[in-house]
């Protein structure tokens, strides 16, 4: 049985009765009712099987214990009004976001691949699951009744100071070699007080996702997100967390895909990779399908119908609050199992794109986050600038291809107009390996990369009509 509060009925409660105590007790009696009101997100959140699934909304509680409420209205009513901006001006919408991604693999020293430290073909499944599930990628696990949110995610391939990560978007740490840490599992507060600001990279260029053992008080928790943070937009201000703890954090065992699942079975339905869609639902600004409470509770989406409180397991067809609609056990902002997740709604989409910055006003160290270079060109921040300076127009990429890619010790670049150009083979980080006039009668040029390293590398060819960059794999 679920016991389902209404949070601002009780709130509100709370500050009548608060108004009869002196002042001097009224710390105390407010830190006992917001415990209180912390230990109800938390039941609601925690499914039959004793896993709680989301720690978002208890440690936002925990944080604006004060002005909890307020705070929730006025982040609330930032957001609608920039839906309504969104809606009166018809924005045209930026093109697909891409958000580079950061995975910090907080482990013990077990063995590659094993329990916490996990392998990197996991940590790939789930930046597809994520993929699958904000994109709708046609015929994946994600292609439910929802919408194409337009944002994506791609592994970071540089380190904050321009290195190439050993294994793209991840960074593995020995928790115990972290002053504090100890050994795992990890609270939500030791990660917030020590893991997150020991090794989060630049939250203005990467998005930042801790993986590992995290406890709760009374059970094990399957993650948790910090929410937008916005001090100069309307009705935001500041307060729902420092940058340097700005990001995810999930359990290790709910990292997976729905066609990799977790090899361990301690999260039971929620290995799939959900969590983390969820989680990461929370960071761009999405609120709970339930509201965290009753019929009353909100997530401020019209079109998520109501239910009473959240959902677990997989009833589909229940309907338990008198509005129109069966509960949403298909949204990727419930509590429901993994495989019965298939979906963001538009309204879900709106929000978050504006979070992205879809209307001109963003939140600080989200918006920003698309044109970070982290992924992508990282040469644009070193001396060899000028290479990426060029008078040509910029052909659509599908018109020219590269093949084989990963390369061994031969690439193609086919669908080449014939004529001159300046072909260049530069690291990531934009040391140029290779610089070459090239006149080509066919529309096919052959690159031999026997003498170069395994790794990342930037093909560049500019000329009169053209700008073509991409980035190749070199594996062997
Ligand atoms: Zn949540």
């Known amino acids: 049985m679920i016991t389902i509060i209404n949070t601002r009925q009780l709130l509100l409660l709370f500050l009548l009765v608060l108004s009869y105590f002196p002042s001097l007790a009224q710390q105390e009696t407010m830190d006992k009712q917001t415990k209180k009101l912390i230990d109800q997100l938390y039941k609601n959140a925690q499914a039959p099987d004793g896993y709680i699934h989301c720690a978002t909304s208890p440690s936002e509680m925990l944080m604006h214990?004060?002005?909890?409420?307020?705070?929730?209205?006025?982040?609330?009513?930032?957001?609608?009004?920039q839906r309504s901006i969104m809606e009166n001006k018809q924005l045209a919408r930026a093109a697909v976001?891409?958000?580079?991604?950061?995975?910090?693999?907080?482990?013990?020293?077990?063995?590659?691949?094993?329990?916490?430290?996990?392998?990197?073909?996991?940590?790939?499944?789930?930046?597809?699951?994520?993929?699958?599930?904000?994109?709708?990628?046609?015929?994946?696990?994600?292609?439910?009744?929802?919408?194409?949110?337009?944002?994506?995610?791609?592994?970071?391939?540089?380190?904050?100071?321009?290195?190439?990560l050993p294994e793209p978007g991840i960074h593995r740490i020995d928790g115990r070699t972290i002053t504090g840490a100890g050994t795992e599992p990890y609270s939500r507060t030791l990660y917030n007080s020590t893991i997150k600001p020991a090794t989060q990279f630049d939250p203005e260029r990467y998005l930042n996702i801790w993986t590992g053992g995290v406890s709760a008080p009374r059970g094990i928790l399957l993650g948790f997100a910090q929410l937008p943070e916005a001090p100069d937009l309307l009705g935001i201000g500041t307060g729902n967390g420092g940058a340097n703890t700005d990001g995810c954090v999930v359990n290790f065992f709910s990292i997976g895909s729905t066609s990799m699942p977790n090899p361990s079975f301690r999260a039971g339905p929620s290995r799939l990779g959900r969590t983390l869609t969820h989680e990461i639902g929370h960071w761009l600004g999405l609120r709970h399908t339930g509201g965290d409470g009753d019929c009353s509770a909100d997530d401020f989406c019209a079109d998520t119908p109501t239910a009473q409180g959240n959902q677990f397991g997989c009833s589909f067809g229940?309907?338990?609050?008198?509005e129109p609609g069966l509960d949403p056990l298909e949204n990727y902002m419930n509590f429901t199992n993994d495989d019965c997740m298939d979906r963001f709604t538009a309204c879900q989409?709106?929000?978050?794109?504006?979070?992205?910055?879809?209307?001109?006003?963003?939140?600080?160290?989200?918006?920003?986050?698309?044109?970070?270079?982290?992924?992508?060109?990282?040469?644009?921040?070193?001396?060899?600038?000028?290479?990426?300076k060029t008078t040509g127009t910029a052909l659509p990429s599908e018109d020219i291809t590269i093949s084989p890619n990963p390369a061994n010790d031969v690439l193609f670049i086919n669908?080449?107009?014939?004529?001159?150009?300046?072909?260049?083979?530069?690291?990531?980080?934009?040391?140029?390996?290779?610089?070459?006039?090239v006149h080509n009668e066919e529309t096919s040029y052959r690159i031999e990369l026997e003498l170069m390293n395994v790794g990342v590398y930037i093909i560049h060819v500019t000329g009169a009509d053209l700008n073509f960059r991409k980035r190749i794999l070199v594996d062997r």
């Open 65 to 81: 214990s004060k002005d909890y409420e307020s705070r929730e209205h006025s982040f609330e009513q930032y957001i609608g009004g």
């Open 97 to 164: 976001l891409e958000i580079p991604i950061i995975f910090h693999i907080i482990h013990n020293g077990q063995d590659l691949g094993t329990s916490s430290n996990l392998s990197a073909d996991l940590i790939n499944a789930q930046l597809e699951q994520l993929n699958n599930d904000f994109r709708k990628i046609a015929g994946s696990s994600g292609d439910g009744g929802g919408v194409d949110t337009e944002i994506q995610f791609t592994m970071a391939l540089v380190d904050e100071s321009g290195q190439l």
């Open 318 to 322: 229940r309907d338990s609050c008198p």
């Open 349 to 388: 989409k709106d929000r978050m794109r504006i979070v992205m910055g879809d209307t001109g006003n963003g939140s600080p160290r989200r918006a920003i986050l698309a044109s970070s270079t982290v992924a992508s060109m990282a040469y644009s921040r070193t001396s060899s600038l000028s290479m990426a």
């Open 415 to 437: 669908g080449l107009p014939k004529g001159d150009y300046t072909l260049s083979i530069l690291s990531i980080e934009g040391a140029e390996f290779l610089r070459k006039e």
